[in-house]
């Protein structure tokens, strides 16, 4: 083989390896080393060098993660997407609506906070505001103590677990000791 292919081979090596290295919970997973390689592999979260070698020489692409693969991310954009959006900021962790109305005395704003990209009720933080208006220059804004938050956070995550549910399924690849 030429040197040079050996060089790039070994670097994206240390690269995967570092890439892959993350700190995870011990109580959460099986102290046998070859339940833990299966239950990665199971959950799309191994790394398996035949498939990279094979996605390299081929010329494959490779694989992008962005806000759309955060489940919190795109069920609160769905949840909310009758409303028109003022900010939303997947670094900053922010999704901040307009003044929405159906007629011009009452309007409603919502914010969703993301405290955590895990799937959890304590992962977000939804408030919802009311404006309510004399005329145009006399208006009076509270935020909302009703249920229209908890519903709306509820709602997100109900949404949030099916998307994750589907995006484990998806990913699910069946571990096999085959060294072939």
Same mark, same amino acid.
Request: aromatic letters at 8%; charged letters at 30%; proline letters at 3%.
């Given at each position: 083989?030429?040197?040079? =292919?050996? /060089?790039? %081979?070994?670097?994206?090596?240390?690269? =995967?390896?570092?890439?892959?290295?993350?700190?995870? @919970?011990?109580?959460?997973?099986?102290?046998?080393?070859? %339940?833990?390689?299966?239950?990665?592999?199971?959950?799309?979260?191994?790394?398996?060098?035949?498939?990279? %070698?094979? /996605?390299?020489? !081929?010329?494959?692409?490779?694989?992008?993660?962005?806000?759309?693969?955060?489940?919190?991310?795109?069920?609160?954009? @769905?949840?909310?997407?009758?409303?028109?959006?003022?900010?939303?900021?997947?670094?900053?962790?922010?999704?901040?609506?307009?003044?929405?109305?159906?007629?011009?005395?009452?309007?409603?704003?919502?914010?969703?906070?993301?405290?955590?990209?895990?799937?959890?009720?304590?992962? =977000?933080?939804?408030?919802?505001?009311? !404006?309510?208006?004399?005329?145009?220059?006399?208006?009076?804004?509270?935020?909302?103590?009703?249920?229209?938050?908890?519903?709306?956070?509820?709602?997100?995550?109900?949404?949030?677990?099916?998307?994750?549910?589907?995006? !484990?399924? !998806?990913?699910?690849?069946?571990?096999?000791?085959? =060294?072939?």
């Amino acid at each position: 083989m030429n040197l040079n =292919l050996l /060089k790039i %081979l070994g670097i994206i090596i240390i690269i =995967l390896s570092f890439n892959s290295c993350k700190g995870g @919970d011990a109580r959460k997973n099986p102290p046998q080393p070859e %339940l833990r390689v299966q239950k990665n592999l199971e959950e799309g979260r191994g790394f398996r060098l035949n498939d990279a %070698l094979n /996605k390299t020489l !081929k010329g494959g692409g490779g694989t992008f993660d962005f806000a759309s693969s955060n489940e919190l991310w795109r069920a609160s954009l @769905d949840t909310i997407d009758f409303m028109p959006l003022l900010s939303a900021n997947y670094s900053g962790g922010i999704i901040i609506t307009d003044w929405y109305s159906e007629n011009q005395n009452e309007s409603i704003k919502i914010t969703v906070r993301f405290l955590s990209n895990e799937v959890r009720s304590d992962a =977000l933080d939804v408030k919802v505001f009311f !404006k309510k208006c004399k005329d145009l220059m006399n208006c009076k804004i509270s935020e909302s103590e009703g249920n229209l938050g908890k519903e709306l956070k509820k709602e997100i995550l109900k949404k949030a677990a099916i998307y994750k549910k589907q995006n !484990k399924d !998806k990913n699910f690849k069946p571990y096999s000791n085959d =060294l072939n």
